[in-house]
């Protein structure tokens, strides 16, 4: 049985801002984050004394013993609508499976319900210092008595164990996940934001790079870093009188809570199952086909995600991807492939968690890409983490 989104097309994105992306930045993440988020709202038109409604989901996506600090190290949607300017009627943060699209939904919602009129979906990411996989546990108690003194633990083993079964299941060539990170470069190095601005990677660089957790090298990994990205929503009748082409929310799918494993521990069939089911609620929300997708922006914080979301939406047959990416078939600068990664991802960004795909979208639909602006892009998707742990997101440039 399809059922469509009930918002469908009554939702849009109406303006974006983006800070430049730093390993470190020289300022607080609260300063950057207000900045950014006022000149979102000047990009779409508005005042911040029209702003009622924040929403964001402030997961600190790091691993080890790191502080987490309201405006230091992340930025709640309560700490950014106390000093943006405006009297807020609904604020909210999202906690849970797919941060993105979860918060996507928190503004389409209040949107759809008139809590708000206008609403700021921001996103701000902090890099701390210090090792990034440090642990300080000097004792493991419970389940991570089995694996913590292993020094099996955070996501790198996660994804190297169910790649791994992916390599062996379909007899598939690691050399070729060197494809994905440097399509992802390449892309990421046109865009004046990105860390990677003009430093592109060659497949030779790829391949010279360390293991971190075998088979992922080094640059298999998104680059912890600084940064924040909001976006203005509002409904799309008053998105039709403010300054840019509305992108309309046409629908959403996060993923159930996976099954209960090891510690740490991702069976590639567990993504596999819950990546379909994600995938086939949001073809009935969006009331899409895969090959009604102009722009799919796969969610690559590590590489093999892109092989792991190809096959769940359906974009290849189970065990294909491999394939599809050896043959050139993800590359966006030819025509007739499919442009997974035209906006760099986290791989050609930094880590800003799942905002490059939702801003790829917006650009491309709202036909602000600049030079980068591809032809006859209509609809779109934006993926954010594992296809079983995470979400999508679907725009279209119209409303139905």
């Given amino acids: 049985m399809t059922r469509r989104f009930h918002a469908r097309g009554k939702v849009a994105v109406a303006g974006y801002a983006h800070s430049v992306i730093r390993r470190h930045s020289g300022r607080p993440l609260g300063a950057l984050a207000i900045e950014v988020a006022r000149a979102a709202i000047v990009d779409a038109g508005l005042r911040a004394d029209q702003i009622d409604g924040f929403v964001t989901s402030a997961l600190f996506p790091t691993f080890g013993p790191h502080r987490v600090q309201d405006g230091i190290s992340t930025v709640s949607a309560e700490w950014l609508a106390a ?3 405006s009297t807020p009627r609904y604020v909210a943060g999202f906690s849970g499976i797919g941060q993105i699209p979860g918060a996507v939904a928190l503004a389409v919602n209040a949107l759809a319900s008139g809590a708000a009129d206008y609403v700021v979906l921001h996103r701000a990411l902090h890099n701390p210092r210090g090792g990034y996989h440090d642990n300080p546990l000097r004792e493991a108690a419970g389940a991570q008595q089995w694996t913590a003194p292993q020094g099996f633990g955070g996501p790198l083993p996660m994804i190297a164990l169910p790649y791994t079964e992916y390599l062996n299941r379909y007899r598939a060539d690691p050399d070729t996940l060197a494809t994905v990170a440097v399509e992802a470069r390449k892309n990421g190095a046109r865009i004046p934001w990105s860390y990677w601005y003009g430093k592109p990677l060659t497949a030779d660089e790829y391949l010279a790079a360390p293991m971190v957790s075998d088979p992922v090298r080094r640059f298999d990994c998104d680059l912890p870093v600084d940064g924040v990205a909001a976006f203005i929503l509002t409904t799309a009748e008053r998105a039709q009188d403010l300054s840019n082409r509305p992108v309309y929310v046409a629908g959403y799918a996060s993923s159930a809570p996976p099954p209960q494993r090891l ?23 969006s009331g899409l086909r895969p090959d009604e997708v102009d722009l799919p922006q796969l969610y690559d914080g590590f590489s093999p995600f892109v092989y792991f979301w190809l096959e769940s939406l359906g974009f290849c047959p189970p065990g294909e991807a491999h394939r599809l990416v050896g043959a ?38 709202s036909g602000r890409a600049g030079d980068r602006q591809r032809d006859g892009v209509r609809t779109a998707i934006a993926c954010h983490s594992a296809p079983h742990y995470g979400g999508a997101v679907a725009y279209t440039a119209e409303p139905d």
Avoid: F, K
């Fill in 328 to 365: 050139g078939g993800i590359d966006s600068d030819l025509p007739g492939r499919l442009p997974v990664l035209s906006g760099g991802g986290a791989l050609g960004n930094g880590r800003m968690h799942g905002i490059p795909q939702m801003l790829e979208c917006y650009l491309q639909l």
């Fill in 83 to 85: 000093r943006v300017g």
């Fill in 263 to 285: 510690a740490s521990h991702w069976p590639l069939d567990d993504i596999m199952a819950g990546g379909a089911a994600t995938s086939r609620r949001l073809w009935e929300t």
